[in-house]
């Protein structure tokens, strides 16, 4: 006599996998009422799937697992999605990037690798989003929105022109609270946002949408992103489609509308990412920090350093010009391994990389144990800070890099 498989608390709901289908271009095509339907592929060629109707019913697990197989032995495209999607509930953003068909691979490369460096690049501006609305972040914050991508699953993007990157609803323990749900939900509103302004920039030649819109998260990170999807194209379409299995997030849609931007929007987008940087006032702090890197061009005078930040700011490391006898205190607590507190105002043009009027400089006092351990700590981060430097890291007076920097005297 035929025993039904027990139920796996792994299998998933035949709803949200009804409704994956559905999403992903399957057809319904018929079934037995009331105890399965049977979906074909997007192109009608391929194994169809039976997925039960009641998951109570004797045969429904056997039907979920004969399905799940199928699946993964489909040649269809949108099989590996709607599994990723199965196994890990996850809300989805998909790009649409316009492009001519690149005949050589490594246009195809190119574009591929423009579209995921822009996709990662709006991301990130999400993940900042959901920390603080301001119109230029900078390198503010950076390291802990760059963790809440982490636990993201991306897709691939064959020819550059579609990606789908999968942003798991519970993200796990561990992650940083800008990951998530929090992310899709700051990214699409800031994109709404972002669209309704350069609307009425384009229709008033008015820029005052963009500066409301920073509320919504709306800031010179998303819209450089945006400007680097858009240019070189015919039109950018974004799509973000909610977890079935935990439905559409409190004040959105069950389905929103698509965000579509076509090159006709880049000058009020260029604009209004100058004005984020130009408008966004310098931060006065007192960090912390241990000195990475020294250079002067002679043995007196003042002298320029690199910063590895510990404490009063949130970002990585900051360059500072220093006075004679600053950079000396400075220069003596670097060989003594200790760090040193510096007194300035992070400037927004250099993207917060920049400590301008530099002063009071004191070394900071801590006990054997605490210094090894800070020792040991710069000991790990000066391989990654050369190289950084190798590679043309110090910021110009408009913000971009120049490579170049060399030891000088302490």
């Known amino acids: 006599m035929h025993r039904p498989t027990p139920p796996s608390r792994h299998q998933p709901d035949p709803a ?52 799940l197989t199928a699946l993964e032995r ?113 990214l699409l509103r800031a994109l709404q946002a972002a669209r309704d302004a350069t609307d009425y920039q384009r229709a008033t030649g008015r820029t005052d ?48 509308e698509p965000v579509e931007f076509t090159p006709g929007d880049l000058p009020a987008l260029r604009e209004a990412g100058a004005r984020y940087v130009r408008d966004e006032p310098p931060v006065p702090v007192r960090i912390t920090a241990t000195v990475v890197h020294m250079r002067r061009e002679t043995p007196g005078g003042t002298g320029a350093v690199r910063l590895r930040v510990l404490a009063g700011a949130d970002v990585t490391q900051v360059r500072a010009t220093l006075s004679e006898d600053d950079y000396r205190i400075a220069g003596h607590a670097h060989l003594a391994g200790l760090p040193v507190t510096v007194s ?30 800070l020792l040991k700590s710069l000991h790990e981060h000066l391989d990654l800070f050369e190289e950084k430097a190798g590679e043309g890291e110090a910021e110009t007076e408009d913000g971009t890099e120049e490579s170049g920097e060399q030891h000088g005297t302490v």
């Not at 999403?23 to 009331?34: I, N, Y």
């Not at 993007?157 to 998530?180: C, H, K, S, Y």
């Not at 992103?225 to 039109?235: E, P, R």
């Not at 920049?354 to 004191?362: D, H, K, M, T």
Request: overall charge positive; hydrophobic content about 45%.
């Open 16 to 67: 949200v996998l009804g409704a994956l289908l559905a999403r992903h271009g399957w057809r319904r095509r018929g079934g037995e009422s009331g105890r399965y339907s049977r979906w074909t592929p997007p192109d009608g060629t391929g194994a169809s799937l039976l997925v039960p109707v009641d998951p109570a019913l004797p045969d429904s697990a056997d039907l979920l697992t004969e399905a």
């Open 344 to 373: 300035g105002r992070l400037e927004s043009r250099g993207g917060f990389r920049r400590l301008a009027g530099a002063r009071g400089v004191l070394p900071v006092r801590v006990d054997e144990a605490e210094r090894d351990r």
């Open 209 to 256: 949408a963009f500066g409301a819109a920073v509320e919504a998260g709306v800031c010179h990170e998303l819209t450089a992103a945006l400007v680097t999807l858009i240019s070189g194209s015919q039109g950018l379409r974004l799509a973000v489609r909610w977890a079935p299995a935990a439905g559409a997030p409190r004040g959105f849609a069950a389905r929103p």
């Open 74 to 186: 489909s040649a269809a495209p949108s099989a590996r999605d709607i599994l990723i999607a199965l196994r890990l509930p996850s809300d989805e953003i998909h790009w649409t990037r316009e492009i001519t068909d690149p005949r050589a691979p490594a246009a195809a490369w190119t574009a591929q690798e423009r579209l995921r460096a822009g996709a990662r690049a709006l991301l990130l501006a999400g993940a900042l989003a959901t920390h603080e609305r301001t119109g230029h972040h900078g390198a503010r914050r950076r390291r802990r929105a760059e963790a809440a991508l982490a636990p993201l699953l991306v897709g691939p993007a064959p020819g550059g022109r579609e990606l789908t990157v999968f942003v798991p609803v519970d993200p796990p323990a561990g992650a940083v609270a800008e990951g998530g749900r929090p992310l899709v939900t700051a």
